[in-house]
């Protein structure tokens, strides 16, 4: 990891201290642990001290920062038009060629093809997957069965939420919800552990399942849906974060009975948005689940070893695929982890509650996912030596 000499960042500073105070100044969701950010190519990160990171909390970026073959595609595209009006008043490549793929990989068996819905992002697709469901509820305002896991607490409507873990769907009254919300993991990266159950039980009292694949598809858990590991498929599936392949977007698919509203932003779809995320889509169609079958383990091995090296400041790890939490033993520990983990040249997001999130490109080599444990027990044992331990 090279870094400048000392009078070449005094430069950098003055030149950045402008852009850091009008970010706290102006900016609603600057933290002040923010990153400053210059480039970005495929696992790496560089700042503006032109320091190197191995970028482990890729969740909008799958097959990485640039990708030759997204980036190749959204020059191309480019090169036409963008958002030239709002979806389907204009016959434009991406969004149709987009809509067709994704149908595709849901039900290829399906007798009707699945549809597909663009909206701007994951929220306003989980709202229109939540009105579809009043169908079935005849319209009554019937609140929705929401399984809590810390994605949804944003929802504007009626809900009835219940435990991530620890609870059984037998405890739902199904005949008084308009239909069931659930992510396969928890903000901490945390698998809901009986997913199939509350599926079933949803399905078997006739209400509609709405499963938020905007954290666990393309392939982040080790298969291309994470609702193909429950050997079931949603009637409604939400697509936000790496489904517009680091540009905005979301998505609602079913089948075209369910569709009875289209009601979403007059800038959803954006076509560009849909060419870097059918491109994301081919590309972790190129062998990369079967490229992680390698890689995870090597992540979720290094994390166990962590944990029986430094029971002083970790409690556990949990998770699936490249998307694995950390937990340390209080949040303090995990605040100062995320920061003292840069030093030594591998970038984490910031904390949920005492657990560090740990999701690194799908692209990521072994030698490189082994790196990226090296310097997380580094900075550990940089810990136990200030304590003189």
């Not at 920061?339 to 657990?355: F, K, W």
């Amino acid at each position: 990891m090279s870094t400048p000499d000392e009078s070449l960042r005094n430069v950098i500073d003055e030149a950045l201290s402008p852009r850091f105070s009008d970010a706290a100044t102006y900016l609603v969701s600057s933290r002040p642990d923010v990153l400053p950010v210059a480039r970005a190519e495929l696992l790496y990160l560089w700042d503006d001290y032109r320091t190197e990171y191995l970028d482990f909390a890729s969740l909008l970026n799958p097959v990485g920062h640039s990708h030759p073959m997204v980036k190749a595609a959204v020059v191309e595209h480019g090169r036409y038009y963008g958002l030239t009006a709002p979806q389907g008043h204009h016959l434009l490549r991406w969004p149709v060629q987009y809509a067709k793929n994704l149908s595709e990989r849901f039900d290829a068996q399906a007798q009707a093809p699945r549809q597909v819905l663009f909206c701007e992002g994951e929220r306003e697709a989980v709202l229109v997957a939540a009105k579809m469901t009043r169908r079935w509820a005849s319209n009554k305002p019937m609140p929705l069965a929401v399984v809590k896991s810390g994605w949804h607490d944003w929802l504007p409507i009626d809900t009835f939420d219940y435990p991530f873990s620890g609870f059984l769907p037998e405890g739902v009254l199904w005949d008084r919800v308009s239909g069931l919300l659930l992510s396969l993991v928890d903000r901490t990266g945390m698998p809901l552990p009986n997913a199939r159950e509350w599926m079933l039980a949803a399905r078997e009292a006739g209400v509609p399942v709405i499963v938020d694949e905007s954290v666990t598809g393309f392939g982040r858990l080790g298969h291309l849906w994470g609702q193909d590991r429950t050997g079931l498929l949603a009637d409604i599936t939400v697509l936000g974060g790496a489904c517009g392949g680091g540009y905005p977007l979301g998505a609602v698919i079913a089948t075209p009975d369910w569709f009875v509203t289209r009601d979403v932003s007059p800038q959803a779809g954006n076509p560009v948005a849909c060419s870097a995320g059918a491109h994301t889509l081919d590309v972790v169609e190129m062998g990369v689940c079967e490229y992680m079958q390698e890689s995870a383990p090597i992540l979720t091995k290094g994390l166990a070893e962590l944990c029986t090296q430094f029971p002083q400041y970790l409690r556990s790890h949990h998770g699936d695929g490249l998307l694995q939490g950390l937990v340390f033993d209080t949040s303090t520990y995990a605040d100062r982890f995320a920061i003292d983990v840069r030093a030594h040249g591998l970038y984490v997001a910031p904390p949920v509650g005492n657990t560090v999130v740990l999701a690194p490109t799908l692209i990521t080599s072994t030698n490189e996912m082994t790196r990226g444990v090296d310097l997380m027990a580094a900075t550990l044992m940089g810990w136990d030596d200030d304590n003189g331990t």
